[in-house]
């Protein structure tokens, strides 16, 4: 190979990303379905510049200038830093003359390469703290925000932290600085509503081997909100029938479309549709479990660049705003779903089996440009049926040598207690009965598969060994940590190694 030919090939390599990144939208598709929203002013950082999205300085300098205007109505804290040393703020707005608050939970920017989650969530802020039409809400609201929970991904648009960890991956496990920082502010403000704003790529993979030359899906937005068994009924009931119904009728006066959240997955080397989700690795379930209303929104962004950029502000800023309302108008619904939610302890769904039907979707077609209707196999979370279930227990007790778990648990806003002395107890315990780690790695970890069995024992556990009631606000999501075959389980992730035969460190204490 000339030296000339080495030059040339090495520009291509080099260039691969870069081309990976462009914009796979045509006008046509712009133009016809997504043209940009004329009504979002050019307030925010990313919005006063012709190129590129809001960088941390540009972030901190906005949100200090909000302060600077509104110093009663607004705070900025600290919650901790990413991998390379860059505070995560957090803002808090609310009216400090009147009380009695539902505390609402909203994020943007977990995954770096959604930018409009970010700018939306800024452009939020200004309307609350700057619009009369606005400000209202702070009266019985108190609002947290972090706008940009991924710092190092958001500076280099990349969707993994410096670790190369999906934060969104990551709620159970917890290995990330910045998922300690945002469990623990999470946990801290103790939220009743739970918001987390994200941005989904319109053009898988999957979906250029679909129709004559590929589709594009049609939704402005998808709402992904749990079906997780364990989240009681009355909350995913009225987390569905009230906020996300009333989002709907938002986008509907808007003009914009909108689904429930699907993916495509491989089955059996067909492709077919996962819509909904139950596991708790992501913050749509994570947050659900804590008995709060939850929802991940997720916005048609992803590898857009700037194309229709004000128009998925806009949408951001109509599901937030949305949210907020309805928040104010339903302030003791919320508080009696959530005292309902919190003396309910069924029984607890370790695993279950989503409902499996063909349906129809309406997509794009990139050979006419015309909308289609796409048949396809739906793998549906929010209809999941139980598989393996158990009894709830009195509490959870846990050997004293396992302070790594207890401290994730503490994360999770999880109550626990220690025995101040010897105590001979009769519990159910842990044996593994099968056990399958297949080597492959991921999000770093050695995921486990394994199958129980539970024996009786009369145990005599010593002081300092962790006692843990399921009698807290955050039983749904104790229960999915410390069942051992939950999907998203500390045995599951590999935090607790075990392997065949073994007895966990964990045991049952029936009621």
Not at 231 to 258: C, H, I, Q, S, W
Not at 464 to 483: D, R
Request: charged share 25%.
């Amino acid at each position: 190979m000339t030296k000339r030919s080495y030059i040339v090939l090495t520009l291509i390599l080099c260039s691969l990303p870069v081309l990976a990144q462009l914009n796979p939208q045509s006008k046509k598709v712009t133009e016809r379905y997504f043209p940009d929203a004329d009504s979002i002013e050019e307030i925010t950082p990313a919005l006063q510049k012709k190129r590129g999205f809001t960088n941390y300085d540009e972030l901190i300098n906005f949100i200090t200038q909000l302060q600077v205007k509104h110093p009663k109505l607004i705070s900025i804290s600290y919650i901790g830093e990413s991998q390379k040393g860059k505070k995560i703020p957090l803002v808090r707005l609310t009216n400090p003359d009147k009380t009695d608050k539902t505390r609402v939970w909203m994020q943007g920017g977990l995954h770096g390469n959604e930018p409009a989650s970010t700018e939306g969530v800024l452009y939020l802020l200004y309307q609350l703290l700057s619009n009369p039409k606005y400000t209202y809400l702070l009266d019985t609201i108190d609002l947290a925000v972090v706008p940009m929970a991924n710092i190092d991904g958001y500076e280099k648009q990349s969707r993994y932290a410096a670790n190369g960890l999906d934060l969104n991956r990551d709620q159970t496990k917890i290995m990330a600085p910045e998922t300690v920082a945002l469990k623990q502010a999470f946990s801290n403000f103790n939220p009743e509503v739970g918001v987390d704003f994200h941005e989904y790529n319109a053009y898988r993979r999957d979906f250029a081997k679909m129709g004559r030359f590929g589709i594009t899906t049609l939704y402005d937005i998808m709402f992904l909100y749990t079906g997780n068994l364990n989240v009681p009924e009355n909350m995913r009931r009225f987390t569905n029938t009230v906020f996300v119904n009333n989002a709907r009728k938002a986008l509907d006066t808007n003009g914009l479309r909108y689904h429930d959240y699907m993916t495509t997955g491989d089955y059996m080397g067909d492709t077919e549709f996962n819509l909904g989700s139950i596991h708790a690795r992501s913050s749509a379930t994570s947050y659900a479990l804590t008995n709060a209303v939850s929802t991940l929104i997720e916005v048609r962004g992803v590898n857009l660049g700037r194309t229709s950029f004000k128009r998925r502000i806009a949408t951001t800023f109509i599901i937030g705003l949305s949210y907020l309302e309805t928040a104010y108008h339903n302030q003791n619904e919320i508080k009696e779903e959530i005292a309902q939610a919190e003396k309910t302890q069924p029984k607890i769904t370790v695993t279950s089996v989503r409902k499996e039907y063909k349906d129809t979707i309406q997509v794009i077609d990139l050979d006419t440009y015309e909308t289609m209707a796409l048949d396809v196999t739906i793998h549906d979370a929010l209809q999941s049926s139980p598989k393996l279930v158990r009894s709830m227990p009195l509490a959870y007790i846990i050997s004293a040598d396992q302070e790594a778990l207890i401290e994730k648990l503490h994360l999770l806003g999880i109550t626990t207690e220690t025995l101040s002395e010897p105590k001979e107890l009769t519990v159910e315990v842990y044996q593994i009965t099968a056990y399958d780690n297949k080597g492959e790695l991921y999000e770093k970890m050695n995921r486990q598969t394994v199958e129980t069995q539970l024996e009786t024992k009369t145990m005599t556990f010593p002081a300092g060994t962790y006692f843990i009631t399921t009698n807290q606000k955050n039983t749904p999501l104790l229960c999915e940590v410390l069942e051992p075959e939950a999907p998203n389980s500390f045995v599951n992730f590999g935090v607790l190694k075990t392997d065949l035969n073994n007895e966990l460190p964990i045991y049952r204490l029936s009621k």
